[in-house]
Structures are given as C-alpha cells and as structure tokens.
C-alpha cells in the first residue's frame, strides 16, 4: 500500500478514483488527471471502511469521478455511500484477458485500471440505481425454486428407474401431478428396501409441492412489484411477470442510463454484429449481452408467434420471402427489444380495464356468451378481465358491446 500526506494544494486537484471489490474488502486507487498514480489502499466492506475509503479519495483532490468493478454485486455498498456521498460513480467492465495476461493480475493493478478506465472514458455508463432491488431478489427467489423443483422431480424420476418393480408398476405410468399427488400420500410399507426407496420418493413429492406452492406465491408479489413500478412493460403482449422482471433488472431502475434502443438490444444480445470482410457483407448472431435477458426476448416472440395476429403475419410474409424460423425469430427479438427499450424509458399508458369484469356482470352475461360473441375461448375473456392478458383493441370493442348490450 503506498499513500501520500495531503496538504493544501491537494484541494485544488483533480483526481479519479478506481475500486476493485470483494466480499470482505474493497481495493481502492487514485490517479491524476493525467493518469499518474498516487495512492491505493485497502478497506473494509462495512460503512466505516467506506467512509474511510471517501476520505482517503477525496484526501488527494477533488474526485471527478470514481470506477467501480462489480456495482451490482460487491460494489453495491461503497457505490450506494459514494453516490449518496454526491460522488460520481460509473461501471468498470472487468478487464480483458489479452490485457491481465500482458500486466498481470492483482487487487492494486484491477483498482488502477479501474481508476484509468473512469479517466479516459472507456467507462461511462451509470450504474444501476435501487429501485430493483426489491424484484431482483423475488425474481431470484422465484428461479431458484424452479430450479430446486426442477431437480427433485428429475431425482423423482431417477430413482423410479431403478426401483423395485412392484413400486415401478404402480408409479412409473403416472404423469405430472398425479404422480406427485400420489407419491405424497404414500405409507411407505415391506422390506427395508421398499421402505427406503418409497420414503424417498414421498420426501420429495412433497418437496415438489412445497416448491411449487412457494413458487406461486413469489410470482404473485413479483407481479405486484413488477406491475407498480412498470405497469406498460407489464402489461406489452407477451411479458409474463418472470420476463418483466428479467428486463428491469437487466435495465436497472434508471433507464436514462440506457442511450438508445440500440445500446439496450446490444446489452441483451439482439444486435447483429459485423462480420464483413473483402467482398463478404454479412452479419453475424451476437453471442454477448446479458443471456438471461435475451431468453426473456425469446419467450415475448414464442408467445407472439403461437397468439398474436400481427406475429402470425409478420412470420407468414417472413416465411413465404424464404427466411427459416431461427432468421424470423432474430428478427422478431429485435423488433422486440426496439419495443422493450420503449416501455422502459417513457411512460405507457395502460387502458384501464377494471370496468369490464363489473360491467359485463351487471348486465348478466356469462363469460361464454361473451366469447361466443366474439369468436374466443372464455379464457381470452377471463384474462382479459382480470388483466392478465393485453389487447387494447379486443378491450375497446368488448366495452363497446357490453355498453350497447
């Protein structure tokens, strides 16, 4: 660690700080305005050791601003005392591997790159503010019990495979929710061996039960969540509340950190990239962005391409100039991001549609005839209704009719 006396003159500097963070520890460096080292140390993660780690920074001039590796993971704490602390603070990218191999790899070398990423500019974008914070957790909470279902089911199955052949008999056609309502209600009974084969098996039925009920009840207050703090990206045709969530936290709470559509269908690898060469002029798919937020623009064109009639003919004019599905579904996730990117950085206004449930009641008309009238399944009704599902113009001529009926 090497530090320097401040003085007077200091004041009058400018300087740029760099931070490489950690669990227990941040690793905090200050630069010149012409990029000259003048000091690092090491702090504690606790808000004693950020305060100490704002003095120490602004002990060697006036910071113009500070890079951050990992603002929303182990820099969240310093970024949140910085930035209340009125500091600017931006989004350092780790460095490349052609430049660790080159100068090596060390918690002084990352917190000065940090440093000259924040003075040249490379680093510019805001780091996200925490008004996500909320959805992030419930969003990872939620997956997280997919994922713990997902594994006690395949576990479920393995262990079928393999048992007796009195419990394979009796388990092993069964699907779904039938199987695991059964295998929940077992009294395992017999030998050692078919007491411990249907112990397991009722162990984790009821985990899958157990998973799923908590999953339910993680998207029901994601969706609440999701829809207060976006209620037009909530309700955009096709955005479940997974994939709403998935693209705040993507986006961040502070979508004017967002430059252009185009900047955000890069960040969520819906961007074709260059790859011309000589007489060659073609693009190629992107394989970078964030992954999670490219399958959230995947799951918006699945279910646009299966129900919405606009999708549906976009798709059959795409298909009949000779496109494949993959090439269509490329360029629906980009016309999606386009649309996305609106939704987060300008006010949608949703078309209210809490009349329609009373008003059709009020007149005694039952979901049936209703889709009878309208040539659908009452469920596009239901959720219609009951806002699950979008579809201003359905919305206005279903009000229309109910109104005259």
């Known amino acids: 660690m090497t530090s320097e006396v401040a003085d007077d003159t200091t004041t009058d500097k400018v300087v740029f700080g760099?931070?490489?963070?950690?669990?227990?520890?941040i690793h905090v460096a200050v630069i010149s305005d012409n990029g000259g080292h003048l000091a690092d140390?090491?702090?504690?993660?606790?808000?004693?050791?950020?305060?100490?780690?704002?003095?120490?920074?602004?002990?060697?001039?006036?910071?113009?601003?500070?890079?951050?590796?990992?603002?929303?993971?182990?820099g969240a704490g310093f970024t949140r005392a910085a930035r209340s602390a009125g500091l600017d603070v931006v989004e350092v990218n780790r460095p490349d591997r052609a430049e660790r191999r080159r100068i090596g790899k060390s918690d002084p070398i990352d917190a000065y790159a940090a440093a000259r990423a924040a003075l040249s500019g490379r680093a510019s974008s805001a780091p996200k503010d925490d008004t996500v914070t909320g959805i992030r957790a419930l969003h990872n909470a939620a997956r997280s019990a997919v994922k713990a279902r997902t594994a006690a089911l395949n576990q479920i199955t393995h262990i079928l495979v393999t048992a007796p052949e009195s419990i394979r008999a009796k388990f092993g056609q069964l699907k779904g929710a039938d199987r695991t309502d059964a295998l929940a209600r077992l009294r395992p009974a017999g030998?050692?061996?078919?007491?411990?084969?249907?112990?397991a098996l009722k162990s984790l039925a009821r985990r899958v039960k157990e998973l799923t009920a908590e999953h339910h009840a993680l998207t029901r207050a994601l969706d609440s969540e999701v829809?207060?703090?976006?209620?037009?990206l909530r309700a955009a045709?096709?955005?479940?509340?997974?994939?709403?969530?998935?693209?705040?936290?993507?986006?961040?709470?502070?979508?004017?950190?967002?430059?252009?559509?185009a900047s955000f269908a890069a960040l969520c690898g819906a961007a074709p990239v260059p790859a011309s060469s000589g007489r060659t002029n073609r693009h190629r798919l992107s394989r970078g962005g964030d992954r999670?937020?490219?399958?959230?623009?995947?799951r918006i064109a699945l279910v646009r391409m299966s129900s919405d009639p606009r999708t549906r003919d976009y798709v059959a004019r795409q298909t009949a100039a000779g496109r494949t599905k993959k090439e269509i579904?490329?360029?629906?996730?980009?016309?999606?991001?386009?649309?996305?990117?609106?939704?987060?950085?300008?006010?949608?206004?949703?078309?209210?549609?809490?009349?329609?449930?009373?008003?059709?009641?009020?007149?005694?008309?039952?979901?049936?005839?209703?889709?009878?009238?309208?040539?659908?399944?009452?469920?596009?009704?239901?959720?219609?209704?009951?806002?699950?599902?979008?579809?201003?113009?359905?919305?206005?001529?279903?009000?229309?009719?109910?109104?005259?009926?």
């Open 18 to 25: 760099g931070v490489d963070s950690h669990a227990d520890t």
């Open 41 to 74: 140390a090491e702090f504690a993660t606790t808000a004693a050791g950020y305060a100490a780690a704002l003095a120490f920074l602004g002990a060697h001039g006036h910071v113009n601003a500070i890079g951050v590796e990992g603002t929303a993971s182990y």
């Open 191 to 199: 030998d050692a061996a078919h007491v411990a084969v249907l112990t």
């Open 227 to 232: 829809t207060a703090h976006n209620p037009g």
């Open 237 to 261: 045709y096709g955005v479940g509340p997974d994939t709403a969530a998935q693209l705040l936290v993507t986006a961040g709470g502070n979508p004017e950190r967002l430059r252009t559509e």
């Open 292 to 298: 999670a937020a490219n399958a959230a623009l995947y």
């Open 329 to 405: 579904i490329r360029l629906l996730k980009r016309a999606i991001a386009r649309e996305m990117f609106r939704c987060l950085t300008t006010t949608v206004t949703v078309p209210g549609i809490a009349d329609l449930r009373p008003l059709r009641q009020s007149k005694n008309i039952t979901l049936t005839a209703a889709a009878r009238h309208f040539g659908v399944w009452p469920a596009t009704i239901s959720t219609l209704e009951r806002g699950i599902r979008r579809d201003d113009d359905l919305a206005n001529t279903y009000r229309d009719w109910l109104t005259a009926a």
